[in-house]
């Protein structure tokens, strides 16, 4: 299967410069792990819209049974399972059946879209009405704003009021830091603004796009390779990014949504 190329913001856990990170983003699957339906009829229906390359969606499927990751990019071959079903679709496009799914993750997504309405809208068609979604999120108070991926990118508050024109519910929570993992942040941050103060006029933003998104991947790399090279790359794990209640100093906003709203009672 032919590799995705790097682009620094689609992560590639086959690469060590990206390890810190990686942990980040898992530890908003071992809390969807942790929240995996069971019943009588056993392990429920599980939903991963904007899989990547599948590392997340096979640790739900090795823990909690069947699985449906989308992604408009094919899973690394690795991650495929025998109860992860993989669809390759545009989010704008959900091929699913409405309420089939006991819960629906979607983690790092909604900071792509212009306006998240059909998307937000897949997710809470997807659920069963007793259904469970969660969503994450970079926080804004903690980004390094420069992402060219990222159209925008939320603060807690804004976040939950979008999410309640979807559902009835919707509790924030926040990915957090250990005082290791702040300090790798901090670290990042303080290279890229070094980086960016090359360039104080903002001209960056008026070249072709593809030159913007190849710029982003390479320096990506280059402040990675500054920090092990630096202090070196901190051995971060799951227990360095606890998820409890969000804060300004929540790393990702995750957003724990319950009953979904039809149409009619929006």
């Known amino acids: 299967m032919t590799r995705v190329t790097l ?23 071992q809390y969807a792990i942790r929240a995996c339906p069971s ?108 992402n060219p991926f990222h159209v925008h990118e939320y603060e807690g508050d804004e976040l939950r009021e979008r999410l309640l024109g979807h559902f009835g519910e919707v509790e924030m929570l926040g990915v957090g830091m250990s005082p290791a993992a702040a300090r790798y942040q901090a670290d990042r941050l303080r290279r890229i603004r070094r980086i960016m103060r090359l360039d104080p006029f903002g001209l960056r933003d008026r070249l072709p796009r593809a030159w913007i998104d190849w710029l982003f991947a390479r320096f990506s790399v280059v402040v990675r390779r500054g920090i092990q090279k630096g202090e070196g790359l901190p051995d971060l794990t799951l227990e360095d990014f606890p998820v409890g209640p969000a804060d300004a100093g929540s790393l990702d906003l995750m957003a724990v949504c319950r009953r979904p709203l039809s149409c009619g009672q929006r």
């Open 7 to 29: 682009t620094g913001e689609r992560l590639d856990d086959d690469h060590v410069l990206y390890g810190p990170d990686l942990a980040r983003h898992r530890a908003a699957y």
């Open 39 to 146: 019943g009588e009829d056993g392990p429920g229906r599980i939903l991963d819209l904007g899989c990547g390359n599948g590392y997340g969606s096979a640790e739900l499927a090795d823990a909690c049974g069947t699985v449906v990751a989308l992604d408009r990019i094919a899973p690394d071959a690795q991650h495929r399972r025998d109860s992860l079903h993989y669809v390759r679709a545009d989010l704008a496009g959900v091929p699913l059946a409405p309420r089939s799914f006991d819960l629906v993750v979607s983690f790092q997504v909604i900071e792509h879209l212009e306006d998240p309405t059909a998307y937000l809208e897949a997710i809470a068609s997807a659920m069963k009405p007793a259904g469970l979604a969660l969503v994450t999120t970079p926080n804004i108070l903690q980004s390094d704003r420069v």
